[in-house]
């Protein structure tokens, strides 16, 4: 076997291991779900917790990389790991996994059994416990992995106990006692292993030691459970004391004839085995008597609560009893008396016998359960009140009461939430109902069904039944049904049954303004959303729109994901939208999108103007007073990582302001939250919101917020290293702004039209925009434009190494950023200067500059700036000698231009990278980063890094093949000249090396 999990983590088929932390924690998730694709964030949330950073993506790249590498070492394909859009899977054969070939012996074991050939079923079960090393994925702390862990040591025992059975009645009594005695020193709660005991004790003639088993049973149960022991143990030991023979087999209590009432367990029933076997754990092992199931309509509550009462109808044998109470349904909710009579009815209690008095029927009711040992199911409670007067005063009964509504005033209950199933235990759902094989074919598009199911049970059973009715249909139509459905909850239905059915009884339960609140928060796009978007949407103070959510949340209408965060199943939100799209609903919605998109631009402005550092920057958004302050000002503290939690919500966002008409909203939401998504590098968001606003700004003739959008525009595709497209933009807002005679505008746009330009190597052209831009602006007036000019200068100063000059621009910028107060431009002004100085030798200064601004700019969470810095500092440890601290300097560098998304910076990053790795003996990484950096850089254009990794790709190859380092240097030093560039020197000198 390749990969090892019963026991600690083990990879290669010996002893080997992986012992990076990350990676084993991704090693492991993949492992427990062999041969399915686990998502991504599944993956997040299993390394980080509550905590993932805004890295953690690429730093779980990093992760996988590392795995597959360690494979390759070990003699495994590298592809065993397979990526997906959605996240990763891990292909794994027949007899490569020793959890699966542990099922496969089991099944095999348990045939036999069934079989009669109980011999052969032991060797079978042996054989798949010698598998085990230990408790499931030792060592591995993440509890993602350990509560999966814990369902596999929780198989292990279950599976040693079916083996303990078999060879009891094979009569190996006196090999079963030491291995017994031990496991029932590890788990003192588990009756059955126990019983075991007890029974091979006695089978041994040792009937003393089998009656202290269960004396100290007895006492563990009474000291920490406050319970006795279960009847099958109780009857077991009332055999041994009157000296039966109870080693052959479990004991049996003698038993009346049950009333069995129940509705029929469903074959198929699939998923919540944890919650399941907790349940069942707390009212065998711990005694607790009443249970409270609730959730969302569909969820699977009173199919959980049947299975649970049939499964432990052992310890309640004298009546499981069933009865529906309407509390959501089109039928009026029973009354406790009307209820009464009919499990009365159940018991078999003649009609003529049950009370007419409502007093005294219950009180009978309570009498008939007094001396049984009892299961209840109360199924569809409409309140804690309704279920209340129902629960029997017998300490001998279970009741199990399920509701969508939270039964807060059952004090003596243990609450039981159901949330969807798991992606598994909805695929496994389908495959029920549908059919394995027809699932198994086609498993991506039975991935989507359920998907689109919302993993909720109901859904997908009724979703399946179309299916199985249906022979013909791939998985795929359904799937694509689903998908393209106008109302998807209508394919959700199969004859009388519906999802949105079973949502309107829900819907109808609660308060009107709960209900206005649930219609309006269907418009929301995001999958989370707090309460003050709530409240903006109701038109409510904070308080009030509090308790809507509060009923929201008790009625399973609406999920609590954390304190004041909320979301909506997405069936529901397409019921809710479906309810706000009825025609005289049209101005409600209205409403309530203008209302909801005015009040994230709201937050937005407002954050924006604190994270970039200049309020000039949003004059040009001329927005009135927000309508809720109140809420405006809560989230101002909150910073970037409002726009972090909310940045699909406000993509979304200024797609529905354009599809509305909400124009000027569109163009402006977009530019509030321009910052965060160019300093964070989220690239793809700020292309497809500036396309999006571009066309709604022209369409709605207003000329200077088409140039603003182009602006900005334009910034983004700088970052992506598309300049050519960065130049027409710009240079078409230069010429919008001359027209319209706005000159501040027009000497920013023509800094940026520079900054285009140097990027796309025309340093003239860059020049001559720096020039008419200086003699546009005016002072002190534009003193903060004028910083953002020198800025500019300084770096093409910098890179053609006119040092002098550049440092005489950088010294302007400083002054200019100071007298502006422009903390971000301070930032930048000593990173360059610190820069210049490092080139031109003032090793001691340049130091202590770029440790500077590189605090600047990570208190600004700047990342490209990060990664600009921590590159100069790398170069400066690799002139100093140190490639190892250079080496860790570029790798940090290189994940924050990733982290920024800018391609260029990957580029200098890499081409920095391999020249430490070279240092340090590396020469194969440090070629395949050139390489890699040659097809990055040609595709954008970029002449000088590809310069820079040709004359590394020259340096590494100079010892082994001088011929090809020379055709690399010469490419090198042409492109160098190309751009006049200083580092043509090193490059000359190389190649009079070379020969």
């Known amino acids: 076997m390749r990969f090892g999990i019963l026991g600690p983590l083990r990879v290669g088929g010996g002893e080997a291991t992986v012992t990076a932390g990350r990676d084993r924690i991704v090693l492991a998730m993949l492992l427990l779900r062999a041969g399915r694709v686990v998502p991504t964030e599944e993956l997040v949330d299993a ?21 597959r590498h360690r494979f390759v070492v070990l003699g495994l394909p590298a592809d065993t790991i397979v990526t997906d859009p959605a996240g990763y899977g891990i292909r794994v054969g027949p007899d490569d996994l020793d959890a699966e070939v542990f099922a496969r012996i089991v099944e095999t074991a348990r045939t036999a059994v069934g079989a009669g050939r109980a011999a052969e079923a032991r060797e079978h079960y042996r054989a798949a416990l010698a598998l085990w090393r230990g408790p499931a994925l030792a060592g591995i702390p993440a509890r993602s992995v350990r509560r999966r862990a814990q369902t596999l040591d929780e198989q292990r025992l279950a599976i040693l106990e079916e083996c303990v059975d078999v060879e009891l009645r094979l009569r190996r009594a006196a090999d079963l006692v030491d291995e017994l005695a031990e ?39 009474a000291e920490e459970l406050g319970i006795e022991p279960g009847s099958a143990l109780q009857t077991l030991h009332q055999r041994l004391l009157a000296g039966d023979d109870a080693g052959n087999g479990p004991a049996v209590a003698p038993r009346a004839v049950p009333v069995r009432a129940l509705p029929r367990a469903i074959s198929d029933f699939t998923g919540r085995q944890q919650t399941m076997a907790r349940l069942v754990k707390e009212i065998v092992a711990e005694g607790a008597r009443l249970h409270l199931i609730d959730g969302m309509a569909g969820s699977g509550k009173t199919t959980l609560a049947v299975q649970v009462a049939t499964a432990v109808r052992e310890q309640f044998p004298d009546a499981q009893l069933f009865i529906d109470l309407h509390g959501y349904s089109e039928r009026t909710p029973l009354t406790a008396a009307a209820a009464a009579g009919t499990l ?3 018991l078999g209690v003649p009609p003529e016998r049950v009370p007419v008095d409502p007093e005294d029927r219950l009180a009978m009711w309570r009498s008939e359960l007094a001396d049984r040992r009892a299961a209840v199911v109360l199924d569809n409670a409409a309140s804690a009140r309704q279920a209340a007067a129902l629960l029997p005063s017998g300490p001998d009964n279970l009741v199990l009461v399920t509701s969508r509504r939270r039964l807060v005033g059952l004090d003596d209950g243990r609450p039981h939430s159901l949330s969807v199933l798991d992606p598994d235990e909805a695929l496994e759902l389908l495959g029920r109902v549908v059919g394995a094989d027809r699932i198994g074919a086609e498993p991506a598009a039975a991935d989507e069904v359920v998907r689109r199911c919302g993993y909720l049970p109901l859904a997908i059973r009724l979703a399946g039944a179309r299916l199985a009715h249906r022979p013909l249909w791939r998985v795929a139509d359904l799937a694509q049904r689903l998908t393209e459905a106008q109302d998807p909850l209508a394919e959700l239905a199969a004859g009388e049954r519906s999802v949105g059915h079973a949502f309107a009884l829900s819907y109808a339960q609660v308060s009107a303004s709960a209900r206005r609140l649930f219609r309006l928060l269907g418009l929301h796009p995001g999958v989370r959303f707090d309460n003050r978007v709530a409240a903006a949407l109701i038109e409510l103070p904070l308080p009030e729109t509090q308790d809507l959510l509060d009923e929201l949340v008790d009625a399973h209408l609406a999920e609590e994901v954390e304190p004041g965060r909320y979301r909506l199943h997405d069936l529901l939100r397409e019921y809710a939208r479906r309810l706000l799209a009825e025609s005289e609903r049209a101005e409600e919605r209205r409403d309530g999108v203008d209302r909801l998109i005015e009040y994230h631009l709201q937050v937005a402005a407002a954050l924006a103007i604190l994270a970039e550092a200049k309020p000039s920057g949003m004059a040009n958004v001329a927005l009135p007073p927000p309508r809720r302050p109140d809420l405006v000002v809560t989230q101002e503290q909150r910073g970037l990582s409002w726009f972090d939690e909310n940045r699909a919500t406000l993509t979304a966002l200024v797609r529905l302001a354009e599809s509305e008409g909400l124009l000027d909203h569109c163009w402006q939401l977009t530019r509030a939250f321009w910052w965060s998504n160019f300093v964070g590098g989220h690239l793809d968001e700020l292309v497809e919101t500036h396309d999006v606003a571009l066309r709604a700004a022209t369409v709605s003739g207003n000329d200077e917020a088409v140039a603003i959008t182009m602006n900005y525009l334009a910034s983004a595709k700088f970052r992506l290293g598309r300049y050519a497209e960065s130049v027409r933009l710009m240079e078409a807002v230069v010429d919008r702004y001359r027209r319209l005679g706005l000159r501040q505008e027009r000497v920013q746009a023509l800094g940026n039209l520079a900054a285009a330009c140097f990027g796309g190597d025309e340093y003239e052209r860059c020049l001559e925009c720096l020039d008419e831009a200086h003699r546009t602006a005016r002072y002190p007036e534009d003193a903060g434009l004028m910083a953002t000019l020198f800025n500019m200068l300084s770096i093409v100063l910098l890179f053609r190494g006119r040092y002098d000059l550049a440092l005489r621009a950088a010294r302007q910028h400083v002054l200019l950023a100071r007298e502006g107060g422009e903390f971000r431009h ?3 002004a000593i990173g360059h200067l610190g820069m210049i100085r490092h080139r031109m030798g003032d090793l001691g200064p340049a130091r202590r500059l770029l440790r500077a601004a590189l605090r600047v700019k990570r208190s600004s969470a700047n990342r490209f700036g990060e990664g600009e810095i921590l590159n100069e500092i790398g170069l400066m440890e690799q002139e100093a000698g140190r490639p190892a601290e250079a080496e860790a300097r570029h790798r940090a560098a290189l994940l924050a231009m990733t982290d920024a998304g800018d391609r260029v910076g990957q580029c200098a990053s890499r081409n920095l990278l391999a020249r430490a790795l070279r240092a340090l003996g590396d020469v194969d990484t440090a070629l395949d980063l050139h390489r890699r950096v040659m097809t990055d850089a040609t595709r954008l254009g970029l002449r000088y890094e590809q310069g820079r990794a040709l004359d590394g790709l020259a340096r590494c190859l100079r010892d082994t093949d001088p011929a090809q380092a020379r055709r690399y240097a010469t490419r090198a030093l042409a492109l160098f000249r190309q751009v006049e560039s200083p580092d043509r020197r090193a490059t000359e000198e190389l190649l009079a090396e070379l020969g």
């Open 47 to 67: 390394i980080w917790e509550e905590r993932p950073p805004a890295t953690a993506r690429a730093q779980l790249q990093i992760c996988v990389s590392r795995l």
């Open 344 to 346: 009365l009815r159940q």
């Open 183 to 221: 496991n029932v020193e590890r788990h003192p709660l588990r009756e059955r292993l126990r019983g075991q005991l007890m029974q091979a004790l006695s089978a041994l003639g040792r009937q003393a030691d089998a009656l202290a088993v269960y004396r100290e049973g007895r006492r563990i149960y």
């Open 826 to 828: 301070t930032g930048n």
